[in-house]
């Protein structure tokens, strides 16, 4: 089946400017993560979605991050007055149950954001 | 606070030859431990997940390894091909908690 799909793959856009990623998880799957990888660095949590529960939201580094998961499918991720420091590739990754199950994280191939 | 550390940071290697990719946990609860594989610019991909009570667990040329007591696993490549050339991660859950931790990373480079 498919599997996590996010876009647009590439985003170069003006600092200053607001932009939003997209996050298809896998069809059934409750659970949906964003990350964020800078250049050569590890994976850096932003925030989390379980089934209808409030989200866990204490990986946003400002305020001008914010996330939304509608119908618990589709989820997207805004980023507000984009700064030089928030380019980097975001990742989305979706699991059957939350990770306290052990169910694998599928994540998709991410969007490379760079803000010029 | 919890923590998980990879080393080492970088790895290469020639193309037919065996490494062992380390990581220590300062997790707790412990629930479980994954590797993940990350080629560039792809999203990682679980190799193999480890819980409490297992020691060791294969997946064809990787095997992985736990010790619970002193919070360390450890990932063996055997005979490496060009295509292991890639990121591998290392990352902890803990129960009660949907996030899990995960480490930096090593970066593997199999050379010919």
């Known amino acids: 089946g498919a599997g996590v799909s996010q876009s647009p793959s590439n985003k170069v856009t003006e600092k200053g400017k607001d932009v939003e990623l997209r996050c298809d998880p896998i069809s059934g799957h409750t659970a949906l993560y964003w990350y964020r990888q800078s250049l050569g660095q590890g994976l850096e949590f932003l925030i989390y979605f379980q089934g209808n529960s409030a989200p866990d939201k204490s990986g946003l580094p400002s305020d001008r991050f914010s996330a939304e998961r509608t119908g618990g499918s589709v989820s997207t991720l805004t980023i507000q007055r984009t700064q030089q420091e928030d380019s980097a590739v975001y990742l989305c990754?979706?699991?059957?149950?939350?990770?306290?199950?052990?169910?694998?994280?599928?994540f998709g191939n991410g969007t490379r954001l760079t803000v010029t | 606070k919890n923590q998980v550390e990879q080393s080492p940071q970088s790895l290469i290697i020639l193309e037919g030859k065996n490494c062992t990719l380390q990581c220590n946990y300062t997790v707790s609860p412990f629930s479980n431990l994954r590797w993940y594989k990350q080629d560039t610019g792809r999203g990682p991909v679980s190799l193999t997940i480890?819980?409490?009570?297992?020691n060791t667990k294969s997946n064809g040329r990787y095997t992985a390894t736990l010790d619970a007591d002193t919070k360390q696993s450890s990932l063996h490549i055997t005979a490496s091909q060009l295509s292991d050339s890639a990121s591998y991660i290392c990352?902890?859950?803990?129960?009660?908690?949907?996030?899990?931790?995960f480490g930096d990373g090593t970066t593997l480079t199999v050379k010919p």
């Open positions: 480890m819980t409490f009570s297992e």
């Open positions: 990754a979706s699991s059957a149950h939350s990770n306290i199950r052990g169910s694998p994280l599928h």
């Open positions: 990352v902890v859950s803990v129960t009660n908690a949907g996030k899990s931790t």
